[in-house]
């Protein structure tokens, strides 16, 4: 028998399915990246000016670069503005989390078009050279390079934000918990907590009020499965520590029993998984930022070969730098074509998730016969899970399973009873 059951952890007011899978402070970084396109055109237009009435190919390349940043800073502030603006379209299956992805891919192809320009015209130099008014070309340089360090400055303010916080669930890291219950008791404020600072996980209780013995207490934990376990404590130093270890996951409900079950207190404790490296990355960002961040690196390498032309009359260190920037530009583009295009071609963004998820699925027996991984957006991950059990379990189940992975914001489980 087959069971099928979709799930959206961003449910609508109406309880429908909401498929709004953007990055946190997505209007934020739209603002910003807006700003930094103004700073970028104009000095573009002064260094390319500048670079043909001067006679410095350094300077051109630079500006060259610079209108690739312009030009890119163009898709991700439109490719933001895009996707807020049809996130609700229903034309959009998945949403439209992955624009910013696409925006990227396009800018990488152009930049690579434009390192092989500035490559070229850099080997020219070397065979036919031009000469250059150094005290000129200078100071257009440094005026790049501080435009360049106050659109780091712009958009690093959202650099932070780059990731999402997908899912229902508060801010958390991975294998982070609620680590830490304050709960009223008979003795005064006891504290329950998972403790597992460079050591295996285990229990621990202190009090604040009546020192508890270590017969006082006991925890027994509830999992989701219905497994239960019993810890008994030993004194430590001004604490309570369970004698034994506590089995991942971390995700149950615990009762606290004081003085041979005189009182109880029950708690929750929930662990939640962030996606990892690629899935949780904000590539229309990532692309704005590591634009200006590589003009920077090149404005700096341009100011030290014009003053090496200056000073020591080495002319060719302005066509060297000149092809330097190519190979920077190039390799950058590399980059952001690997990683956005396995991106929008569905590739599996965060394999050690993967693998979690199927330890979680199969810890008591059951199989995982397929599993579908892919990024929605910045964050956002969607799934889609096929299980065969012996058990009587329906498609809920595993989605409670799989709801301490955070960054799974559309779930589809299928079930097959064996």
Request: glycine letters at 10%.
């Amino acid at each position: 028998m087959m069971h099928d059951s979709a799930n959206n952890r961003a449910h609508d007011l109406a309880g429908g399915h909401s498929h709004v899978f953007l990055g946190e402070g997505h209007a934020a970084n739209e603002r910003r990246t807006w700003m930094v396109i103004a700073l970028c055109a104009f000095m573009m237009a002064a260094e390319i000016v500048g670079g043909l009435v001067f006679g410095s190919i350094a300077l051109i390349a630079d500006g060259l670069h610079m209108s690739t940043h312009a030009s890119a800073l163009l898709l991700a502030a439109l490719a933001y503005h895009y996707a807020r603006r049809h996130a609700e379209d229903a034309r959009f299956s998945f949403g439209t989390g992955k624009l910013g992805d696409l925006a990227g891919f396009t800018s990488a192809i152009v930049l690579a078009m434009i390192a092989l320009v500035i490559g070229y015209e850099a080997a020219t130099r070397f065979i036919w050279p031009v000469a250059i008014a150094f005290n000129e070309a200078i100071p257009i340089a440094a005026l790049g390079l501080a435009v360049n360090v106050a659109s780091v400055l712009l958009l690093s303010g959202g650099a932070a934000h780059g990731h999402a916080h997908a899912g229902r669930f508060g801010p958390a890291h991975h294998h982070a918990h609620d680590q830490a219950h304050a709960i009223a008791t008979s003795a005064g404020p006891v504290t329950v907590e998972i403790f597992e600072d460079g050591v295996p996980p285990r229990l621990r209780l202190s009090s604040t009020g009546r020192q508890l013995a270590a017969g006082d207490a006991t925890v027994e934990t509830l999992r989701p499965d219905g497994t239960r376990q019993l810890f008994r404590f030993a004194a430590r130093d001004g604490y309570l520590e369970s004698l034994d270890e506590i089995p991942e996951p971390h995700a149950f409900t615990a009762r606290l029993s004081l003085y041979g079950g005189a009182e109880s207190h029950d708690i929750a404790f929930v662990e939640h998984e962030h996606a990892h490296g690629s899935a949780r990355r904000d590539n229309n960002m990532r692309a704005a930022l590591v634009h200006v961040l590589a003009d920077a690196a090149i404005s700096v390498l341009v100011i030290i070969g014009l003053s090496f032309g200056l000073w020591l009359g080495w002319a060719w260190m302005d066509p060297l730098v000149g092809l330097i920037g190519a190979i920077a530009i190039a390799a950058w583009s590399y980059s952001l074509i690997r990683d956005t295009g396995a991106i929008l071609l569905d590739m599996n963004p965060d394999r050690g998730m993967a693998d979690r998820m199927r330890a979680a699925i199969e810890a008591d027996g059951d199989r995982l016969t397929d599993l579908h991984l892919w990024r929605l957006g910045p964050g956002h991950l969607g799934a889609i899970v096929s299980v065969t059990t012996r058990r009587q379990r329906g498609a809920d189940y595993y989605q409670s399973l799989l709801r301490r992975f955070r960054a799974l914001s559309h779930v589809t489980v299928q079930v097959q009873q064996q």
